[in-house]
């Protein structure tokens, strides 16, 4: 690991975390080198929330969608493996509001149509989300073929 020294300066600088002043010859804290970006997350919740003009079932969905994506840091190489993981991840989530299978399979289809994700790797999520469907559906005694598909 780098170290570095806090500059002199004509203005004192802070410590980002503590808020102190930090000291001219001074090792920059190591806290400094960790991003903590949950105030990012909030400030995009918050102005996701605030638009009257998207629906509930949207928001539900981008609420769970944004915050995985952001801190993969993905690019769209990597888009489908994290479409899978993401599924893999929230595969208990899904089956809890049929909306959600919507939104992510609306979501889902549009990357299709742009050529940066495979109909295969749409085709394996819709997959493992029918999966979880199913399984919830055995498990209350439903009638397994009630789980419609978007």
Do not use: C
Not at 21 to 49: A, T, Y
Not at 57 to 62: A, F, L, N, R, V
Not at 68 to 77: D, G, R, V, Y
């Amino acid at each position: 690991r780098q170290t570095f020294l806090v500059p002199k300066t004509a203005k004192p600088l802070y410590d980002t975390i503590s808020k102190r002043i930090l000291e001219p010859g001074e090792e920059v804290p190591s806290s400094d080198d960790e991003k903590d970006e949950g105030w990012l997350h909030q400030k995009h919740r918050d102005i996701v929330l605030d638009h009257s003009d998207v629906p509930d079932d949207e928001k539900d969905y981008i609420l769970r969608w944004n915050p995985f994506i952001m801190n993969a840091q993905l690019t769209s190489e990597n888009l489908p493996e994290a479409v899978l993981a993401f599924v893999a991840q929230n595969v208990d989530w899904f089956p809890k509001r049929k909306s959600r299978k919507w939104e992510f399979s609306t979501h889902i289809e549009t990357f299709v149509m742009r050529g940066v994700l495979e109909q295969e790797h749409y085709t394996k999520a819709m997959e493992m989300i029918r999966r979880a469907e199913k399984a919830v559906m055995e498990k209350k005694g439903g009638d397994v073929d009630m789980v419609l598909d978007p």
